[in-house]
């Protein structure tokens, strides 16, 4: 074994060679020694942010841009129980994020006294961690620490859900060998070969087969051969909320995104016309499918998501979304290319800059306006009208919470966007979720970011009042974000006309100022939506309606 390096280095190392480019964190005692060979060695930049909260989302977010693993280091018990949100937003929505978490060292166990921050027992933690994530380990053994740093880690990559790594704080600096660096697990050639058959068996025989994408397309980094199957095939592509932005920049015509009963109607009918669907990486949500017309043929339809594929009543396990799509062109050999189909919305522009109030669909038209004249910048989003109005705005890199639907995620994950891309992002949050975590924004000044912060203040909890208007509970007051913003090391302005809009915009983007971020709070009424939000909710309540009035007749 070789003895020159530390297991805090070691692991370190090993998160770098696995994938991870930064490390989001916030100490704590049981995690100062950790946090103290991140400084000091500089394997990976450590950004700290001011609660845990934040940190979760921009490690996710940071593995969501880059297509790598995230890492969120904090301490035992305050710190990590903290974490468990984003950790659980993680795992639904297929993140790659390694949690690590400093603790108690074995030593420090006084027979009769629980330790600060313990809750039930040591082992709590790793039990409520247990749940969220994919795999975990306690590193309390140098010898093993190597092994077990390796099977953790290439768990997080191949199936791209959270991991749990515990560090004990007597561990961080013991001798330790270096980590292998395991290559993915392998599939079953046959396996994926017969996949691979049955799948373009089926699509021959389909007269409409529509494929749809989701974010693990993304995570997997196949989007490269998904658009080459899609040309080798004439496929029409869509994407589903949650995978929004994928396959962006891949050369394929704009793609329309399927919202189930919120759907642009002619997406819907492509989508629940189809005869063949082609699933990858779609998640089965209810945001996604819980409100089709009767037409939707989903039993029928090719699902790959995790490693598993399910064609009708065939089951394929272990086969790797990569494997899977390399057997898929290999047959198609030198099959030529043909027309992609032409997706159905177009994107508004021109905005006019008049004194009328903002809608939210007016700011997707002021960026797509802006994105056309200064070039796209990636969009981090939370979940709240501004993720709706997201849909309006042109293919791009966008990660947001389309399927757990947190709040609070997309300040901090703009963060983690410019911090592991290097590019500057617009973050487009409501003003409930601001007040979640918006203050991280006070973190850019340290760090060096600029990012646009776009906030939809209607002083509503409107997505909430969209289904029950009559509750007074979704007002809020008006909390003066802009006049905030100095005292966060920002530029702030508050804007009310459209004309105010593409100004503010235009001055955001042309002056960037390193570590300043420039928050545009637009104000809106209250009960003024997006123009899909509005579809959404029409579509969601005329199937409800329809779904209790069958229960009725029964
Ligand atoms: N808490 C957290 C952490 N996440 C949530 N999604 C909710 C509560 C429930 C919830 C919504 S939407 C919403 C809440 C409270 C209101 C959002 O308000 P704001 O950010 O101002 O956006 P907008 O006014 O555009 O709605 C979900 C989806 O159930
Ligand atoms: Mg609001």
Known sequence: MNNQGVLAERLLHALRDYGATEVFGIPGDFAL??????EESAILPLHTLSHEPGVGFAADAAARINRGLGVAAVTYGAGALNLINTVACAYAERSPLVVISGAPSRSEQIE???????TRTLNSQYRMFEEITCAQTRLDDPEKAPQEIARVLRACRDHALPVYIELPRD?????????????PAQADPAAVAECAEEILTRLRQAAQPVLMVDAEVRRYDCEAAVAALARRLGLPVVTTFMGRGVLGGHGLPALD?????????QVRDLVEGADFLLLFGVIPSDTNF????????????????????RIGHHHYH???LPDLLAALLTRLGDAPEQPVPQGHVTYARGLPQDQQGVAPSDIACALNDAFAVYGPMPIASDIGDCMFTAMEIDHGALVGPGFYATMGFGVPAGLGVQAASGQRPVILVGDGAFQMTGWELGNCRHNGWNPIVIVLNNRSWEMLRAFQPASRFNDLSDWHFADLSPALGGRGQRVQTRAELKAALDRAITDPQKGQFDLI?????????????????????????KAAAAMAAE
């Open 33 to 38: 020694p950790f946090f103290k060979v991140m």
């Open 112 to 118: 009769g006294l629980v330790l600060h921050h313990q």
């Open 171 to 183: 561990m961080v600096s013991v001798p330790c060998g270096s980590v292998p660096l395991l290559a």
């Open 257 to 265: 995104t399927y919202l189930g009963a919120a759907s642009h109607p």
């Open 290 to 309: 819980a409100e089709p017309r009767e037409r939707l043929e989903l039993r029928s339809a090719c699902h790959v998501l995790g490693r598993a594929v």
């Open 318 to 320: 272990s086969i790797p």
């Open 521 to 545: 709070e637009v104000m809106i009424e209250p009960g003024c939506r997006s123009v899909t939000l509005t579809r959404f909710v029409e579509g969601i309540s005329q199937a409800r309606a």
